[in-house]
């Protein structure tokens, strides 16, 4: 038997800074993984996988990452992906910077 | 020190030049990815977790002082102002922009220096005993060898789509630094009977997810034949390596299912077929490359400042016993810098201290820095007159720290914070480490401890041969570290042997710092080292440390 459908965001890279990126319901990259398009449903996950990987101009290594669903948008299920909304635990770079002016 | 000759300037200018139209192709969109990976894996650019990672070959570890200044300078101007030395005698940015990247090589092309063949299935960057053309107890500089191959293996046009990675590690000297029998091919300078120099040939050794210790293959190679039975080795593995999986393509995985006896034969066919087209050139050319590397004009002068020094000075005292090691000349030592400050990011420089470093180099040291495996910088040539010198520039700059060969001087990879195929992280676990034993003050006691952090079982962080490794793992989408026991990266290579179930973020610096308090009750006197007392005892002592009964429930 397949296993069950769990929902997923699309994420990837951005081309010019590498920096990890999701693709949110209105067909944009965004740094910051709230603001992805929670996709419950699989056929629409691989349509927007394909659509997602079109964009070769703007992103590389576009995947389907699982997530869940927190009180300001899609979350990270597992540490790797949490990482990526981060940055390193070694110094304050990458989008922790940001994210800290931001709140 | 090798200097890029016509040919050399170049064929690097026009690599520059190629990628420069491959990435303005990627950016405007005439490449997609899967075509351009290739490409800029060819020139050391990787894709990581929050950014690209460009990793730039430093040539058997050796470095001069403009290349360490230029390297400072590529931080600054392009990425955020440091460098990570790596396990492969490299340097790594964690933070290069794609329409930087061309600009970047060109500014290492103007040092002499690339970012070829440090990814890919080719011949990477050679690497050698990073104590090469000081230490006392050298048969030969190994340098001008592994240059040699590094000639003969850049863009080589047979070798540029191997099965997989093949690398490459010389020593000059009866102890092994540069790991030669984890490498696929490990070439080691002995003299046989007679007393003439030649070289012990090793292949098949390998770390990762099948860790194997090479084997020898030819016991003797007379000099002149390195370069042909270099290229026979590799050949015979590019028609039988297994292109099938992956994780059964390099060459420990050939040796094992073929047989050595099957590889000393088919090496042997091939190297008599192929002897004949190497007419000599390459000889003449290693006797110019020698010529390169020729020792420096070493200086007599007294010593009497640096008796004086350790006497009036305990910290300076602390400092030349554990960094310094000894040199071939009178009066001389090789200066190990530790880039492990207790607390640090393992092998990470600051733009600031790679200029301190090349300018202490230039004043004090003949002009000379080597990278070693084990993320340190060397500076083989310090007349001990001029160490308290050094040593006074070194603190400055915070690059004092007296740990070398210690438990704090921890090799880590990179790891789940930057590389993309890590498990877990593996920098934090190092810092954890480090700082918990300069807590304790006792880490000089400890005596030599070589502990050894992967973030994933690829191994970059060499934990299968550290006396302690540490293997970061995802356990159902948790971290979890694995601890082995007896590894040894020198001339006695030994894979280490998996202590028993592994232990959570929490749990693993507390479990490292009762294995090695507990080792100190186990040995029989302050010099038996770590290593020696597992050899005597065993994995059982150590186990019932790791894992005290009433704690067994918890441990998995």
């Known amino acids: 038997m397949a296993r069950a459908f769990t929902p997923k965001v699309i994420t ?39 659509e997602a990987q079109a964009r070769q101009s703007e992103i590389a290594g576009a995947y389907l990452a699982d997530a869940k669903e927190g009180p300001n948008g899609p979350e990270p299920t597992h540490f790797r992906e949490e990482f990526r909304t981060r940055g390193p635990s070694n110094y304050a770079h990458g989008k922790q910077v940001d994210n800290a002016s931001r709140t | 020190m090798y200097v890029y000759n016509d040919f050399d300037e170049a064929f690097v200018r026009e690599r520059v030049a190629q990628f420069r139209g491959q990435v303005e192709r990627r950016i405007d969109g005439s490449l997609t990815e899967d075509e351009f990976k290739p490409l800029r894996l060819m020139n050391g650019l990787y894709l ?31 990425d955020k102002g440091y460098g990570h030395f790596t396990t492969r005698q490299n340097i790594q940015y964690n933070w290069p922009k794609l329409d930087d990247v061309p600009d970047i090589l060109e500014a290492l092309a103007d040092v002499g220096m690339h970012a070829l063949q440090t990814s890919g299935n080719t011949i990477r960057n050679v690497t050698a005993d990073h104590f090469a053309g000081a230490s006392a107890d050298e048969i030969e500089d190994p340098r001008p ?12 046009p047979e070798f540029q789509f191997l099965p997989r ?20 091919i490990g070439v080691r300078m002995v003299r046989n009977a007679e007393g003439t120099p030649g ?21 003797f190679l007379p000099r002149e034949e390195l370069l042909a039975y270099c290229e026979a080795i590799v050949s015979v593995y590019n028609l039988l390596g297994r292109r099938d999986n992956k994780y059964k393509a390099r060459i420990k995985i050939t040796v094992h299912e073929n047989g050595l006896e099957t590889m ?57 016993d554990t960094n310094l090691a000894a040199h071939k000349a009178p009066g001389y030592a090789i200066v190990s810098i530790s880039i492990k400050k207790h607390g640090q990011t393992p092998g990470d420089a600051t733009s600031d201290q790679m200029r301190v470093m090349a300018d202490i180099a230039e004043q004090y040291g003949h002009g000379e820095l080597r990278i070693s495996h084990e993320q340190n910088v060397i500076l083989p040539h310090v007349h001990k007159a001029d160490l308290p010198a050094v040593y006074a520039a070194l603190r400055e700059a915070d690059l004092a720290t007296a740990n070398i060969g210690l438990v704090s001087d921890i090799i880590a990879c990179p790891g789940m914070d930057y590389c993309a195929l890590a498990t877990a992280r593996s920098i934090p676990i190092a810092q954890e480490i480090a700082t918990r034993f ?35 793992l995802d356990r159902a989408g948790v971290e979890n570290y694995q601890i082995t026991l007896g590894g040894d990266g020198t001339e006695t290579t030994t894979i280490g042997t998996r202590a028993g179930p592994g232990f959570s973020a929490d749990d693993i610096v507390p479990a490292i710092e009762r294995l090695v308090t507990g080792y100190l009750d186990l040995r029989q006197d302050a010099d038996e080292t770590f290593l020696q007392a597992y050899r005597r005892l065993g994995m059982e002592p150590f186990k019932a440390i790791l894992y005290p009964a009433e704690d067994k429930a918890n441990a998995a």
Request: charged residues 25%; hydrophobic residues 40%; aromatic residues 8%.
């Open chain 2, 165 to 184: 990675k093949f690398k490459i590690a010389v020593s000059g000297s009866e102890h092994d630094r540069a790991v030669t029998r984890a490498h696929d």
């Open chain 2, 48 to 78: 990581q977790l929050h950014a690209y990672m460009l990793r730039v070959a430093v040539p058997y570890g050796t470095l001069n002082p403009s290349q360490m200044r230029q390297l400072a300078y590529i931080a600054d101007r392009w």
């Open chain 2, 438 to 472: 300069d807590e304790l003050k006792i880490e000089h006691d400890i005596g030599e401890l070589k502990i050894k952090i992967s973030g994933c079982i690829n191994a970059c962080g060499h934990h299968h041969v550290g006396h302690i490794g540490i293997l970061g």
């Open chain 2, 199 to 219: 070289y012990e040939i090793i292949v098949g050794g390998g770390l990762g997810r099948t860790p194997m210790v090479g084997k020898v293959l030819r016991e």
């Open chain 2, 264 to 320: 000393q034969q088919l090496v042997e066919e091939r190297f008599e077929a192929i002897r004949k087209g190497f007419t000599g050139f390459d000889q003449e050319l290693l006797k110019s490359i020698e010529a390169a590397f020729a020792p420096p004009a070493y200086v007599r002068k007294s010593e009497d400042g640096y008796e004086a020094a350790r006497l009036a000075n305990p910290a300076f005292r602390a400092w030349s």
């Open chain 1, 12 to 50: 990837a890279n951005a081309l010019l800074e590498g920096d990890a990126v999701w693709f949110t319901a209105d067909d944009r990259w965004t740094p910051h993984m709230s603001e992805a398009e929670f996709i419950t449903d699989e056929a629409h996950a691989d349509l927007r996988l394909l």
């Open chain 2, 145 to 156: 060898v592994a240059e040699l191959l590094r000639q003969w293996s850049t863009d080589h």
